[in-house]
């Protein structure tokens, strides 16, 4: 059982209806947590080349007695916001960033938490122009080389690519009610059945909840929620939360440094034997 009285996996909600909840308007965000976590979270900004991402918020605070680096998705509340943060997708600025901000800490040997809630990279012209492909690709090359404890959890949407470059941690969990794929449902659907009306089954197929991916070895834990979801009590949440990251980051703080980070390497190379083991997605005729 858990701090909320039941286990993840007694759940009685259908995949649709959990990617429907990590999507949820109402879902709490990267900085409802943060500022939980650390009341004296300060944000940096910039990726010191060519401007700064809102759709990433990263910065310093103190949390259980430990300066430590906070890195999030954060989509906004209003439209003007969600605007301004281009709905959590990041672009190329973003990136690099998130890795600005990473060296940083490996610098003064601040532990990081990465949270992960985004439909995606942003996939426009723009950021195609200024190599989002490469960012990403530099971003998750950099994060093996971070030779500090990095604590990831998936809060809300954790989508392609765009999640994997914030996603290269010694440990990763999930909160109950969130998603972690390799495209949404209505891009799984738009590309192998050419309809994404058909999202729902592409949802079942991609196996994206937290029991799946918990099954399959590529998360280390699924953070139950309260009853009604993360959206119905941001307090319990973030207690949840909070104790979940702290636990995992107090095992890695007690690993030598060339430990961490061969362990990190390791356990992305067993994600790819999944994924090669297993069946390709495809058509159902």
Known sequence: MTRHGRRPEETTLTVWQVVELARHPDRPYSLDYIRRMAPDFIELHGDRLSGDDPALAGGIGTWHGRTTMFLGH??????????ARNWGMMHPEGYRKAIRLAQHAAKFNFPI???????????????????????????????????????????????????LGMGVAD?????????????SPEAAASIVWRDNTRKVEAAEQLQLTSRDLLAMGVVEEVVTEPEGSARADYEATAIALDEALQRHLLQLLAQPTEELLQHRYERFRYIDSLIRAEPQFGPKI
Not at 74 to 83: D, F, T, Y
Not at 171 to 183: C, D, F, H, P, W
């Open 74 to 83: 954060q989509k906004g509340r209003s439209l003007k916001e969600r605007v």
């Open 113 to 163: 938490v990465c949270l992960i809630d985004t439909p995606g990279a942003y996939p426009g012209a723009g950021a195609e122009e200024r190599g989002i492909a490469a960012a990403i690709a530099r971003a998750i090359m950099e994060w093996f080389r971070i030779p500090v404890p990095i604590v990831a959890a998936v809060i809300g949407e954790g989508g392609s690519g765009g999640a």
């Open 171 to 183: 440990r990763v969990i999930m909160l109950e009610n969130s998603i972690y794929s390799v495209a």
